[in-house]
């Protein structure tokens, strides 16, 4: 059974700071990973999704690392903002989504 | 393009009582899913329809929960008891297709509290 896990569960930087969130897996035979983002009464959001075959997705200041052989994922966000203020969530496609916890993340102004 | 409309979105029952959660997928998405999200935990799969048959229901509590896409197009979700436990966001998604390739897009959630 795939488990993912996210570490830190809560995170709070100061605006302008790169953020690192962390994202790690049990199975590596994945198709594919995705970064997704919720805010607090919504549903979720898809910011990135990596190919297994790929090692890195880029979109604006967001970018996705994909390392499937040591069953880890990273995304940064560079300069964060106050709107980037949400909990990240990711998961990982083996055949059916299987998620993490998410890191709740606070950009403070 | 519109995107997964859910209602009603948020709902608060006493525990017995039952309760029913409805999706509209996105137009010609064959692919629906239901997930729960409990507060502090990623969503689960509950169960997953291609068209109006079922394709995964391995994680549904079926001696309470029931779920059915009769035209493959709109779905509903019922909790029948609801149990204390059964307060959860619940988020339905829907695909163009099954399969790997398919990204999934998430409604809004219906967020329930049993009290």
């Known amino acids: 059974k795939q488990e993912v896990t996210q570490i830190p569960a809560a995170l709070s930087v100061p605006e302008g700071e790169n953020l690192v969130l962390n994202c790690s897996f049990t199975d590596s035979a994945i198709y594919n990973l995705q970064w997704f983002r919720q805010d607090p009464g919504k549903g979720l959001t898809s910011l990135l999704l990596i190919q297994s075959s790929q090692r890195e997705q880029t979109s604006g200041r967001l970018n996705a690392s994909l390392d499937k052989s040591s069953g880890r994922s990273t995304l940064y966000i560079a300069a964060s903002q106050p709107g980037d203020s949400a909990t990240y969530l990711c998961?990982?496609?083996?055949?059916?989504?299987?998620f993490g916890a998410g890191t709740t993340v606070t950009v403070r102004a | 393009e519109a995107g997964v409309a859910q209602s009603p979105r948020y709902k608060i029952i006493e525990k017995r009582q039952s309760v029913a959660f409805w999706c509209n997928p996105i137009?010609?998405?064959?692919?629906l899913y239901w997930y729960q999200q409990i507060l502090g935990q990623g969503p689960k799969l509950l169960i997953q329809f291609q068209n109006n048959g079922v394709v995964d229901d391995s994680q549904l509590p079926k001696d309470r929960f029931s779920a059915e896409r009769l035209k493959g197009v709109d779905s509903t979700l019922k909790i029948q008891p609801a149990k204390l436990e059964d307060s959860a966001v619940y988020l339905c998604?829907?695909?163009?297709?099954?399969?790997?390739?398919?990204?999934?897009?998430f409604g809004p959630g219906t967020r329930l509290t049993v009290t």
């Open positions: 998961a990982v496609n083996d055949y059916k989504l299987s």
């Open positions: 137009s010609g998405h064959a692919t």
């Open positions: 998604a829907s695909s163009f297709q099954t399969g790997r390739n398919y990204e999934q897009y």
